[in-house]
């Protein structure tokens, strides 16, 4: 392995690990895709340090079991916005982790 795709794998585990980052929000500060950082992370992690490894396999665990939420609260912020010259239609509050709709205006 090339000593700069090692760095790079060192770099975007570290990142990760210490700001529960995302793959997404890796992708974005190392100017990487996303497919390239899950590649670092699942495949190439393992073969270098195998303690760093299994830290970020419990990251990206954690953060798949949440995925859920946060599409969900895109969706919520997308219909909480009102847009110029457009009512607000409805409004999500989120109860027992699932969203309910409270009031339409």
Sequence with gaps: MKDYIRRRVLDI???MVENKAT???AARLYNVSKSTVHKDVTDRLPII???LSRKVKRLLD???AERHIRGGEATRKKYLQARPGEPRRISLKVMGGKF???EKI
């Design 13 to 15: 585990a570290n990142f």
């Design 100 to 102: 309910k709709s409270t």
């Design 62 to 64: 954690q953060n798949k």
């Design 49 to 51: 340090n195998k303690q």
């Design 23 to 25: 793959v997404r929000q």
